[in-house]
């Protein structure tokens, strides 16, 4: 079965940096495009970055671009992102999602892990 | 990259039905078939309900029906069953290759 496991989520101070790992098992990682998706403390999900199964188109949400990179190993079946310059209102647990067969929508998503961003 | 406009909350009866709408722009929503719908329980990561407009995924009840009409889509359950209540999402593609969500929708079954 599909498995999303993220990691690398704690409290870190605004302009700091950090990178999240999520560990992809139970499908073929390297023919999946991969996603990150937000969701702040009681508030609705944001979509954050995706990537294409191999790694060469990456888009990125307006509030993010610039400031945080998505990218890929599939030789380790691993999505990361890596934040920088990180707010405030970056606090918010962070998702794994993948896309589902062909189509540029998600079906699975890791349980997520949290990011905080306070002084 | 706004996000799609959905109602912040709706209720119903067990047994009756509801419907929630997601509002976008013929650059999302109107443009592409690809809107998904994902329910959300507290604390759990989201569940895909629907996805290019109305299809289901397997092991999801045939209660679960999605529909699209110009820039509008809808997500209708029938026969509400308690189980039902948590928070709804839709979601969609966009013509800049990224995608956005709605606002969210709580459901609770009275």
């Known amino acids: 079965q599909v498995q999303l496991v993220e990691s690398g989520g704690g409290v870190v101070q605004p302009g700091r940096s950090l990178r999240l790992s999520c560990a992809a098992s139970?499908?073929?990682?390297?023919?999946?495009?991969m996603h990150w998706v937000r969701q702040a403390p009681g508030k609705g999900l944001e979509w954050v970055a995706v990537i294409s199964y191999d790694g060469s188109d990456k888009y990125y949400a307006d509030s993010v671009k610039g400031r945080f990179t998505i990218s890929r190993d599939n030789s380790k079946r691993t999505l990361y992102l890596q934040m920088n310059s990180l707010r405030a209102e970056d606090t918010a647990v962070y998702y794994c999602?993948?896309?589902?067969?062909?189509?540029?929508?998600?079906?699975?998503w890791g349980q997520g892990t949290l990011v905080t961003v306070s002084s | 990259q706004s996000a799609l406009t959905q109602p912040a909350s709706v209720s119903g009866s067990p047994g009756q039905s509801i419907t929630i709408s997601c509002t976008g722009t013929?650059?999302?929503?109107?443009?592409?078939?690809?809107v998904s719908w994902y329910q959300q329980d507290p604390g759990k990561a989201p569940k895909l309900m629907i996805y290019?407009?109305?299809n289901r995924p397997s092991g999801v009840p045939d209660r679960f029906s999605g529909s699209k009409s110009g820039n509008t889509a809808s997500l209708t359950i029938s026969g509400l069953q308690a189980e039902d209540e948590a928070d709804y999402y839709c979601s969609s593609y966009t013509s800049s290759n990224t995608r956005v969500f709605g606002g969210g929708t709580k459901l609770t079954v009275l």
């Open positions: 139970g499908f073929t990682f390297s023919t999946y495009g």
């Open positions: 999602a993948k896309d589902l067969p062909v189509r540029p929508e998600i079906d699975y």
């Open positions: 013929s650059s999302d929503v109107g443009g592409y078939n690809y």
């Open positions: 290019e407009v109305s």
